[in-house]
Nanobody
Framework: QVQLVESGGGLVQAGGSLRLSCVASGRFISISAMGWYRQVPGKQRELVAIIPSGGATNYADSVKGRFTISRDNAKNTVYLQMNSLKPEDTAVYYC??????????????WGQGTQVTVSS
């Protein structure tokens, strides 16, 4: 049983900061990557930032220089530090893990989502 639990969302004024956390639990054989996606109503879910195991981080152009993704491998936890937030960052943010557990192929796992609202 894989579970991803996000925390840290909320309401913040433009220019403010939030830090999202996501703790993954489960019997992982391997974790290929962890990351964050976001979605607004009526639009597709989009990548915000991803941190592969042993690879370089990748950010959406819209958040480069403002958001920082980091990962604690020992705790299976991924963080997203969001600074200089803008109203257009308002969305539901989803934690993502690409990994393998016993008996299954490598696949994507998702958290339940956490709302981030940035007021102007």
């Amino acid at each position: 049983q894989v579970q991803l639990v996000e925390s840290g969302g909320g309401l913040v004024q433009a220019g403010g900061s939030l830090r999202l956390s996501c703790v993954a639990s489960g019997r992982f054989i391997s974790i290929s990557a962890m990351g964050w996606y976001r979605q607004v109503p009526g639009k597709q879910r989009e990548l915000v930032a991803i941190i592969p195991s042993g690879g370089a981080t990748n950010y959406a152009d819209s958040v480069k220089g403002r958001f920082t993704i980091s990962r604690d491998n020992a705790k299976n936890t991924v963080y997203l530090q969001m600074n200089s937030l803008k109203p257009e960052d308002t969305a539901v943010y989803y934690c993502n893990l690409l990994g393998q557990v016993p008996g299954l192929l490598t696949r994507n796992y998702w958290g339940q989502g956490t709302q981030v609202t940035v007021s102007s």
